[in-house]
């Protein structure tokens, strides 16, 4: 075990020593500054929010809704625009609850988006954390250490989940931190009116926030564990790379392009959104939580066996 742990310590050493890695964190930072100055840029031009700092708040709501409608009534295509809000504004008047002005929780909760960009990332670092050894001709430098290979496999597989784990944490600390400099913070677990299944509700933020980042660290892992079986099938990063990030690209086209067949949903990308069950309407009928579960738990075995056999069976003397 101890080899083992020695083994992790040496990846994570050489993922993060690398300039390449520091650059997707600079980026992902810069992503989430430019969204907050967006965000501030919104907050400062919202009625609702102002409203939501002001003694009178139902009036304000109020005088919100009205200003809306005559603006329906004399231009049929901000319907879709104002109906949904003055829907929003009628809950609050209706429950007697007062809007939460915006603040860093719910931009955490906003940029759980930024989880795809973190696959994306993943997917680099895992696509090429074995091909590289192969390409940099370190691979026999590794081998002939008294480790098994399954050791050494499972040490790069382990950092490359670290690293999507890292990631996460990073972005939705970072999210908070320069959401509480730029929108302040409401309390420990402020609550706020969302739209839901049943219409609208009020709900916990953190709760949402755990809700949103959990279902897209799904996806996060298989994604990762899809590319790493890529990098051990194959010994171009490159290569590797580009089929893990077109598959990931191309999935709900995929869906799309045999939606006609009942196997359809046995595909991977058909079970790794699960945003389709926290919506109520999964993609395709006799779909459930339990099925996209054991669905992705079959194709996670699958591609870790893959990757095993093709890793610890590969013949790397004549390379």
Do not use: C
Request: net charge negative; no cysteine; charged share 15%.
């Amino acid at each position: 075990m101890r080899n083992f742990f020695q083994l992790l310590i040496n990846e994570q050493i050489k993922l993060y020593i690398r300039k390449s890695t520091w650059i997707m964190y600079i980026l992902i930072a810069a992503l989430i500054l430019g969204l907050a100055l967006l965000a501030n840029f919104g907050v400062e031009n919202s009625g609702t929010y102002q409203a939501s700092q002001d003694d009178n708040w139902r009036q304000a709501l109020q005088d919100e809704n009205a200003e809306m409608q005559k603006e329906m009534e004399q231009d049929e295509m901000m319907q879709g625009i104002h109906t949904s809000q003055i829907e929003k504004n009628n809950y609050y008047l209706e429950n007697d609850i007062q809007p939460a002005p915006y603040d860093a929780w719910q931009f955490v909760m906003e940029n759980k988006f930024l989880l795809s960009f973190v696959s994306l990332l993943t997917i680099i670092v895992a696509a090429g954390i074995v091909a590289n050894e192969f390409k940099w001709g370190t691979i026999k430098l590794l081998l002939i250490r008294p480790i098994t290979r399954t050791k050494i496999l499972a040490s790069k597989y382990v950092s490359v989940l670290l690293f999507a784990l890292f990631t996460l944490l990073f972005v939705l600390i970072l999210s908070w931190i320069i959401g509480a400099l730029f929108f302040g913070v409401n309390g420990i677990n402020p609550h706020i009116v969302l739209n839901q299944n049943e219409g609208y509700a009020y709900v916990s933020v953190i709760e949402q926030i755990i809700e949103g980042y959990g279902i897209k660290l799904v996806t996060l892992v298989m994604m990762a564990t899809f590319a790493f079986m890529i990098s051990a099938i194959f010994r171009q990063s490159s290569l590797a790379i580009g089929i893990a990030i077109f598959l990931m690209l191309s999935g709900n086209a995929i869906i799309g392009f045999f939606s006609d067949y009942d196997w359809a949903k046995y595909i991977l990308f058909a079970n790794t959104n699960m945003d389709q069950y926290m919506n109520g309407s999964p993609m395709f009928e006799g779909m459930s939580l339990g099925f996209s579960i054991t669905v992705l738990a079959v194709y996670y075995v699958i591609f870790l066996v893959v990757t095993w056999v093709f890793f610890t069976k590969r013949d790397v003397a004549g390379h």
